[in-house]
């Protein structure tokens, strides 16, 4: 079935003339609409496996905004719960988990229990698909195994990841198992997505800047590369974008990746660059940055205008270098959406 998708068709190849538009979180904490859900469920897990929840919060965007496509409402932390790990997030700060130290725990990780464990999941994305316009896209995502490995090696958000980096080169023959079980994992969870009802894919990997090339290769594009060729193996037409946050230069090797549709590019790769070199290969997404919709105006709508004018001549779908704040005011948003509609 071929839905008559700006997005999915842009993410084909396809060019047009106007330019389909999501952000990363476009739900979330900036929406009154969502804060209230929010506290209705408790905490952030349980709203994460609420599928009435979880289909709410995802669709208050699409709403408000009419926004070209949808994303699953959860979160890439699922995947290392669902593997035995404990999971909770500690309101301000962020995620914790027990953290894998040694090479015994990466052996207690299970990958049997992903589809079973994550099952409220799918029942979200088959409300999601059942109650979204046809015009919108579902997008079903997951983390990609580096970005979810530096969690669970850490046990929570790290913004200095050397510690990580050190398990490698300490513990390799451990840090292979765990990519491949999380290879695994996330494979089985995204088929499971695309049989739920996910039109297109997004492999998040928020860390991946600042490995050496040969660590770059082998945790970051090799492990993602796989899940997309396992996943199109099944699903040949379902479109795949990789978001190596940070990457730089290294984002050409994701560009000879057959099994990639899209690149989604961070805040500070060069758009010029973007347009040169990822451009002729696969269908650029994002680049503003989120900050920018913080502070609103002329600034934001000069910006804005110069990354869909950068595009113009390409497959391109507006999005985010990174996620949209918590203190972003949703009337920036608002205005965003009217700027990249302008003269459409
Ligand atoms: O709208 C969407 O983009 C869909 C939902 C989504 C969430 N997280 C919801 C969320 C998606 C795609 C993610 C991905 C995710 N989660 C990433 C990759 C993208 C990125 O931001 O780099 C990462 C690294 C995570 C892990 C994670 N989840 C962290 C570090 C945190 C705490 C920090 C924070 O922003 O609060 C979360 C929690 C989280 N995930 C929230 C949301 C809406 C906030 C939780 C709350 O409401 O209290």
Redesign the pocket.
Known sequence: MTKDSLFLKTLKGEQSLSTPTW???????YLPE?RAI?AEAGS?TD?CYNPGFATEV?LQ?IRRYDMDAA???????LIPEAMGMDLS?V?GE??RLKPVVSAENVTELTVERVRNHLSPVFETLSRLSAELDPSKALIG?A?APW?VAT?MLAGQ?TKDPSANRQFIYNHPKAFAELIEKLVDATTDYLLAQVEAGAEAI?L?D??SAGLPQKLFEQACLEPTAEIARRLKKDHPDIPIIAFP?GAGPLYTLYTKVDAFDGLSIDTGLPWAWALENISPYKTVQGGLDPLLVVKGGEEMAEAARMLRDTFKDVPYIFNLG??FV?HTPPEHVADLMTIIREKE
Request: proline residues 8%; aromatic residues 24%.
């Open positions: 952000f990363m979180r476009q739900a979330g904490r969502y929010r952030f709203l995802t965007p994303i699953l409402f959860a979160d890439i932390l997030f309101a962020g995620p995502f983390g970005t969690y958000g997004q998040f928020s860390w946050k990174h996620g918590p």
